[in-house]
């Protein structure tokens, strides 16, 4: 594995001392934010945060929003997230000062016709999408609107966008799916491709292509700039529904709709790479190098990648929840009954743990009546989602 800097923790006495260590491909330590679903635009789970030292963790704020609260956006001294509407449907965009948890400035209503919405971060704004397809850009200091656009020709949107490279990747459904990818400054739609069926599944981006998995295994890859497909990977069905993969490690990590096993498709040609047990609505993993981190049946199991061999478990308190994230080289990973911990991402030891106050919900990929959750870090902190509640930890 190609090492850049590396993590090591050593327990002694009562004392930790951390060495900070960055596998290939994580995010530097300036650039430490949770940009979109499952930290950046990768969705591979993995961040470097030289701000955020080793655990234990104190808590240094918790909101309630009342209402579900989704994964959430940390970046530039401030938290955002959205919460689902407590009377109704529709949800709310909140401004959060990373330091205090107060608000930044009021929160703002997304309508939609389901309590859902998603959001990413990038190019200077933050871009909020609700369930009817309306993207809007926001001043992440102000609340302000810089622009909104109506996705055209679906009308069901299930997939948080993501950011790169000055472009929001988004999917919608209704009649087929489709594909979008709409200019961050203007607004604008740069281009959009058919797709099977465009539910639920965020875009993975790198240099190289834009990546979305639905029913069935239908993946696809496609050219960034351009929208030119590069490769179709298909199982001979299609249906609604979809999970968001990941990038990493070479890798095309999806997980199907369908009762088929998890896949490692080639990011290359969509070529099967290997599969492992798992059931097929387990989180998406984090992967960290050549170390990836699942969650299943309420398990948290390290598997080397090249191989996918499981090196070790943790089972908890049998009820983890959420999909893992790795930041400074320590998985961290919540349960229903509302704890949160941080591992050794090397050993799987436990080195802290928390009770958040509520209960940790799993990602829900695939209904409407919240919005999709999942845990944060960047700036010093790591963030969590606890039902109506997100708290925040560091030191």
């Not at 300036?30 to 969705?43: D, E, F, G, P, V």
């Not at 963790?57 to 994964?71: A, E």
């Not at 009817?132 to 609107?145: M, S």
Request: aromatic residues 10%; proline residues 7%.
């Amino acid at each position: 594995m190609k090492i850049r800097r590396s993590l090591a923790v050593l327990c002694g006495a009562g004392l930790w001392a951390a060495v900070l260590v960055t596998p290939a491909g994580a995010q530097s330590a300036q650039t430490a934010a949770s940009t979109t679903y499952q930290i950046n635009a990768r969705h591979n789970g993995s961040l470097v945060d030289a701000a955020l030292p080793a655990p234990p963790l104190n808590q240094k704020w918790s909101r309630d929003l009342g209402g579900d609260v989704s994964y959430p956006i940390v970046a530039g001294g401030r938290v955002f997230a959205t919460s689902g509407s407590p009377s109704g449907n529709g949800t709310f965009l909140h401004a959060l000062d990373a330091k205090t948890g107060e608000d930044l400035w009021a929160p703002v209503d997304l309508g939609g016709t389901y309590r859902w919405s998603a959001l990413a971060y990038g190019g200077g704004r933050l871009y909020a999408q609700n369930p009817d397809g309306v993207l809007t850009a926001f001043d992440p200091a102000t609340g302000a609107r810089d622009w909104s656009v109506a996705l055209p020709g679906q009308y069901s949107f299930t997939s948080p966008p993501t950011f790169s490279g000055g472009v929001v990747y988004t999917g919608g459904a209704g009649t087929g799916g489709t594909l979008y990818a709409v200019d961050a400054a203007t607004g604008a739609l740069r281009w959009s491709q058919p797709v099977e069926n465009g539910d639920d599944s965020s875009p993975a981006v790198t240099a190289a292509g834009v990546y979305v998995s639905y029913a069935c295994e239908q993946a696809y890859a496609f050219d960034p700039a351009s929208g030119a497909p590069i490769w179709h990977h298909e199982t001979g069905c299609e249906g609604g529904g979809g999970r968001t993969p990941v990038a990493a490690d070479g890798g095309l990590w999806i997980r199907d709709d369908a009762g088929m096993a998890p896949s490692v498709l080639n990011t290359a040609d969509g070529s099967v790479r290997g599969t492992y047990p798992a059931r097929s609505w387990t989180p998406a993993p984090a992967i960290d190098g050549h170390e990836g981190y699942f969650v299943d049946s309420g398990v948290l199991q390290e598997r080397y990648t090249p191989t996918l061999a499981t090196r070790w478990t943790f089972a908890g308190d049998n009820q983890i929840s959420t999909a893992p994230i790795v930041v400074n080289g320590y998985v961290f990973v919540g349960s229903r009954t509302g704890q949160l911990w941080a591992l050794n991402g090397a050993t799987g030891e436990p080195v802290w743990s928390t009770d958040v106050g509520a209960p940790v919900e799993a990602p829900d990929e695939h209904n409407v009546s919240q919005p999709l959750t999942g845990l944060g870090a960047g700036g010093g902190l790591v963030v969590v989602p606890a039902t109506n509640l997100l708290v925040a930890y560091g030191k």
